[in-house]
């Protein structure tokens, strides 16, 4: 059965198409990739996806549920995570409270509880806290745990962003460009953390403009231009379709190739 | 850790509010003291408004109006207990933060300052206008709860001006305690959270219109018992108790200090509340003193008086 499918989706802005009449599907444990130029409408495609924008055409259903125009804390309860290509990391916190927060649906509680730092509450936190010091040294970040996250590199926020995506235990993760701006080390280990996610049954939904990456580890590509879907398939399909190389993929493409052999 | 510095702050409080007394020129400081405690107490519900969760409020002084006019209306026309008088001003003060914060939270920026702004202008009004039962702007008197005389019961002679001085600073650190729990839990880091991302916080399950109202309601509970413990220490109240100027007071206090930093609030709301008693120069001038200490807090202190010292101590440690 299909995680999350999506049917006809479209949004404008004014007179804008972003994105237009956009149909894809993603399965448990799957790792799909959507590429395309800049302003393709990756980003836009993601917002309506995650119930951030509300689509002007279309429908998203998660898990057998229509979600079209869901609020996003809502998605997050039934198990759809994301991180964000323009950083969104909660700059006064520390590293390891941004997790924390990643963690708010499973230890929230009364409202009485916080306030009088009740047991039950004490309980919940250090719960919480192990579990989120587990997954800042599954992203390399445990020892910048007490430190203001706004002090962090920009490597090393998008690494938090997925730690802090990861504790809601999602079942889908939607990651926009989470290479971008990493050095080939760091971009190998999100290619690693990516695989592995996605081992353990999590779906994977990825914009990233690394095309190495994306025709290594996606089982699925989707390629979007000025808003449309041009082409989807297996990476090898993809590669080979014209009217990708000519919207996208190019030289870019004859470069990874080269690269890889 | 954090519990460490939460117990720390407190620490910090109880130990001035004991010693405090001892450098006191005369009993007349015990008032200023109280006073201080209880416009601390307001401004802590601010740090939980604007520091932790990043919304703005220039009409809560309309909350402590209502704490006030219930602690001298109830127990005049309900017969009830000035300080059960408090708790029935609470609960009011809870349900209208309830009702009116829905609709208000949703805007943003000044959009929300001037939709709170126009709350506290009507309660005031409200309380200015219903002279038959608040008698107007000359204000109305408040019964005495009794407590010196209960605590006189009990073997312990206080003087008018050092029971309330306890009573406030008991309050205040009732105050900071819940504060300081609510910063380092799951509630209050979601506020944080939306604070430094809406969208971000969103995403991570957080019911971010849930968040604002809670903050709204518990910050209009701080204010409300505020207004009506200055009711109680007083014996008397003015409508100036919800006037605007008491709004923008409590912002500047948590400003100052640093909004989102309870000790900060406190000292923020210690300053601006003995200058004018200390200098009367200052009460002559105090709306040109508060605006000018905001214009200069902003341009020279953003994160307001108390992290910026602290950091710069941090800094030089390392
Ligand atoms: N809120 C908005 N209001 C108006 N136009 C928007 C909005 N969001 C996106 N757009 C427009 O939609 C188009 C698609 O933008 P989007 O950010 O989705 O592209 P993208 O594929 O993510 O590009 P990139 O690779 O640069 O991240 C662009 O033309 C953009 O200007
Ligand atoms: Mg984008």
């Known amino acids: 059965m299909n995680l999350l499918e999506v049917k006809g989706l479209g949004i404008s802005f004014g007179g804008l198409k972003a994105v237009d009449d956009v149909s894809f599907a993603v399965k448990p444990g799957e790792i799909v990739s959507v590429i395309g130029p800049n302003g393709a409408g990756k980003t836009t495609l993601f917002n309506m996806i995650s119930g951030i924008y509300l689509p002007s055409r279309g429908s998203v259903t998660l898990k057998g549920q229509d979600v079209t125009g869901t609020a996003p804390h809502k998605l997050a309860e039934m198990g759809l995570s994301r991180t964000f290509q323009n950083l969104q990391v909660f700059q006064e916190m520390t590293v390891l409270e941004n997790v924390l927060a990643g963690y708010h649906l499973r230890v929230r509680g009364s409202i009485l509880a916080d306030l009088l730092s009740l047991p039950s509450m004490r309980r919940r936190a250090a719960t919480a806290r192990e579990g989120a010091q587990a997954l800042l040294t599954r992203v390399r970040l445990d020892k910048a745990a007490g430190q203001e996250a706004g002090s962090l590199s920009y490597g090393a926020l998008k690494r938090l962003e997925i730690a802090r995506a990861l504790a809601l235990n999602p079942s889908i993760l939607l990651l926009d460009e989470p290479a971008a701006g990493c050095n080939a080390v760091e971009t190998e280990e999100i290619d690693h953390l990516i695989a592995e996610l996605a081992a353990s049954g999590i779906a994977i939904l990825l914009v990233e403009h690394d095309m190495k990456l994306v025709m290594r580890i996606s089982n699925h590509i989707v390629v979007l231009d000025h808003g449309e879907k041009i082409a989807e398939g297996d990476p090898v399909t993809v590669s080979r379709n014209p009217q990708v190389i000519a919207a996208y993929l190019g030289a870019d493409h004859a470069e990874a190739t080269h690269a890889d052999s | 850790m954090g519990s460490r510095r939460k117990w720390i702050q407190l620490a910090v409080l109880a130990a001035l509010i004991i010693v405090l007394p001892f450098f006191f020129p005369s009993s007349y400081y015990y008032r200023v003291g109280a006073l201080i405690f209880v416009n601390a107490l307001a401004v802590v519900g601010m740090v939980i408004l604007i520091g932790y969760a990043g919304q703005i409020s220039l009409g809560h002084a309309g909350f402590a109006g209502i704490g006030a006019y219930a602690c ?73 709860p009794g407590l010196r005389g209960m605590l006189r019961d009990l073997g312990w002679r206080l003087s008018v001006g050092e029971l309330w001085y306890g009573v406030s600073a008991i309050a205040l650190l009732i105050g900071a305690w819940v504060a300081l729990n609510l910063f380092d839990s799951p509630t209050g880091r979601a506020m944080r959270a939306l604070h430094g991302s809406e969208v971000a916080a969103s995403t991570v399950g957080v019911d971010v219109a849930r968040q604002k109202l809670r903050a709204f309601v518990i910050s209009a509970l701080y204010a409300s018992v505020s207004g009506s413990l200055l009711a109680l220490q007083n014996g008397f109240i003015t409508p100036d108790v919800a006037g605007f100027m008491h709004s923008i007071e409590m912002v500047t206090m948590a400003v100052l200090g640093g909004v989102g930093s309870v000790l900060g609030g406190t000292l923020g709301a210690a300053i601006l509340t003995t200058l004018p008693q200390v200098l009367t120069i200052f009460a002559e001038y105090e709306q040109l003193v508060l605006g000018a200490v905001m214009i200069l807090v902003m341009i020279f202190l953003p994160q307001g008086l108390l992290p910026s010292i602290a950091r710069r101590f941090r800094g030089r440690d390392e």
């Open chain 2, 72 to 144: 001298a209306l109830a127990p005049e026309y309900l017969g009830l207990h000035p300080g059960l008088a408090l708790i029935l001003g609470a609960v009011t003060s809870g349900v209208l933060a309830l009702l009116i914060g829905r609709p208000i939270l949703r805007l943003k920026g000044y959009y929300l300052g001037v939709a709170t702004l126009g709350f506290g202008i009507l309660v005031s009004m409200v309380l200015t206008n219903e002279r038959a039962l608040t008698g107007g702007p000359d204000g109305m008197s408040v019964a005495d």
